[in-house]
């Protein structure tokens, strides 16, 4: 799913909220260590200690 799918219209009109789940941990696509979710401020993102790669989501 993708997030601008996030937000579902029903018949009514109304907007229904998805859940979207986000993992705490991925796979780095640099050096397939570990990068862990954190947060800059208001960027959520992903982190690699082992190569320093930032991956930042968007909205």
Do not use: N
Request: negative net charge.
């Amino acid at each position: 799913m993708r997030l601008e799918d996030a937000d579902d219209k029903h018949p009514s009109g109304q907007l229904a909220k998805v859940d979207i789940s986000i993992e705490q941990e991925i796979e780095c696509p640099r050096c397939h260590d570990v990068m862990i979710l954190h947060s800059e401020f208001d960027r959520p993102g992903y982190f690699c200690e082992e190569c320093e790669f930032s991956l930042h989501l968007s909205h």
